[in-house]
């Protein structure tokens, strides 16, 4: 395997001091950190659409991406070459997981029957590699926004003949994620969401979004398919509303339509940052409600409102995800996948490596730190403490639901001096900092 990248050899871990720009600094896989080695911690995934299939195009500017794998004419040799690449690739890059959608591993074809005997034609393929190389497959997931048949959305178009065709390329990909022993399956809802209301019956959409993950649940049962489903929230693009808007709204959706129970939520930075929150929000948020399950790790720009899809390299941001992935007590069988892609102007192969090493040092210094940060209790002391009104007196009667309003009036009237403590916000960033100088 040393066809589509021999400039590179296998990236190792060299220690912080190294010189050499392709050497890992932090990600040292087999390094025990608390029971665990970063390898199984990190969970690292490549996603084959950014990766293999993205050539760099933008709303201004077509595609600047070198990529060797493209050159040949044949869509199904294209096909082919992109998987020895994606494998060369992990290899080298020591990723033990691989994500992808349908469409990024085989071409469409004329109908269907084409589509999927592509789709089989791959599977083999990509099964063949995965047993050479010891890869195994985090998610797969179903393309049902690029095509213009789901130009007004796919299980949330008006149109019943698409709710229809959806459900049977959600069928196949599905059938495939479990052949090759996919421990996940994905549904982010690319056009589920709507433009305008003028011309929407929300309601319809979204009972018909449930109906469908229903049918999704069902037929997993029927076929034995075991991975965890995942839903992965965005607030917007390229729907103006989409419905599985953040956190928050996906746990209201899943309670209301009775699929809690089957399903955890994939948690993108850069859609977080879309909603209006931090990662750490959604992570903390996912987390307590027992439902974090995956991560795309990406990250957004400050000054920019889009997905941009950036590696990520910011250092607190990493820390405080690893600390409620931590306490989390992991994410398998989620991981970290890196739904990211390298900026248009880094074009050339070598770029691919560069952007996966900035993200997986950037995440095991995050590990490091935040395993430390927990060890000393710093943070969970403190909040222990603040909250400590609440085990004891009035608080631990309110926890226990021994009393209502008539009590703590009574209880008011005779405790009207409050005394407050401080918050010790910037007390407590300087400790988290301590912990990123440290790693
Ligand atoms: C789009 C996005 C997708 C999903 C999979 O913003 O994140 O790539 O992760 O469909
Ligand atoms: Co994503």
Not at 118 to 137: S, V
Not at 172 to 198: A, P, Q, S
Not at 290 to 300: F, K, M
Request: glycine share 8%.
């Amino acid at each position: 395997m040393n066809k589509y990248f021999p400039e590179v050899s296998k990236v190792l871990y060299e220690g912080k001091d190294t010189k050499n720009p392709l050497a890992f600094r932090y990600y040292d896989p087999q390094r025990k950190v608390g029971d665990k080695t970063m390898e199984e911690h990190l969970r690292f995934s490549m996603a084959y659409w950014h990766t293999l299939c993205a050539s760099g195009v933008d709303m201004f500017g077509s595609g600047t991406a070198v990529r060797p794998w493209d050159k040949l004419t044949k869509p199904m040799d294209i096909a082919k070459a992109r998987a020895e690449a994606a494998f060369e690739f992990m290899v080298k890059m020591q990723i033990p997981f691989f994500c992808f959608h349908d469409v990024d591993i085989a071409p469409e074809g004329e109908n269907l029957t084409e589509t999927f005997k592509n789709l089989d034609e791959i599977a083999a393929l990509l099964k063949d590699l995965m047993k050479q190389t010891g890869i195994k497959l985090l998610w797969g997931t179903t393309n049902l926004f690029t095509h213009p048949r789901f130009l007004h959305g796919a299980s949330t178009s008006p149109n019943a003949d698409v709710f229809a065709y959806s459900a049977a390329r959600v069928k196949k990909t599905m059938e495939i994620t479990k052949d090759l022993g996919g421990e996940n399956y994905v549904f982010w809802g690319g056009r589920e969401g709507y433009e305008t209301l003028l011309n929407t019956d929300m309601k319809l959409e979204m009972d018909n979004l449930a109906r469908f993950l229903h049918m999704a649940v069902d037929y997993a049962k029927e076929i034995g398919f075991t991975g965890q489903f995942l839903i992965e929230p965005k607030p917007k693009e390229p729907t103006k509303h989409q419905y599985d808007f953040d956190v928050a709204s996906v746990i209201g959706f899943l309670k209301t339509y009775g699929l809690d129970k089957d399903f955890k939520v994939n948690i993108e930075a850069n859609h977080a940052t879309l909603a209006g929150h931090t990662f750490q929000h959604e992570l903390r948020l996912a987390r307590i409600n027992g439902l974090l399950g995956s991560v795309d790790a990406n990250q957004g720009d400050e000054l920019l409102g889009w997905d941009t899809d950036q590696f990520p390299t910011n250092l607190y941001v990493t820390t405080l995800a690893m600390y409620e992935i931590l306490l989390n007590g992991g994410l398998a069988p989620g991981g970290l996948n890196f739904d990211a892609k390298v900026r248009r102007g880094s074009y050339e192969p070598i770029d691919l490596f560069y952007g996966h090493l900035a993200g997986m040092d950037a995440f095991a210094h995050g590990l490091l730190a935040a395993y430390k940060l927990l060890e000393s209790r710093e943070l969970e002391d403190f909040v222990a403490e603040r909250y400590s009104s609440y085990t004891k007196g009035i608080g631990e009667k309110i926890v226990k639901g021994e009393v209502g309003f008539k009590e703590l009036a009574e209880y008011a009237m005779d405790h009207q001096e409050i005394k407050h403590t401080s918050g010790r916000q910037e007390l407590l960033e300087t400790i988290v900092n301590k912990y990123i100088f440290e790693a």
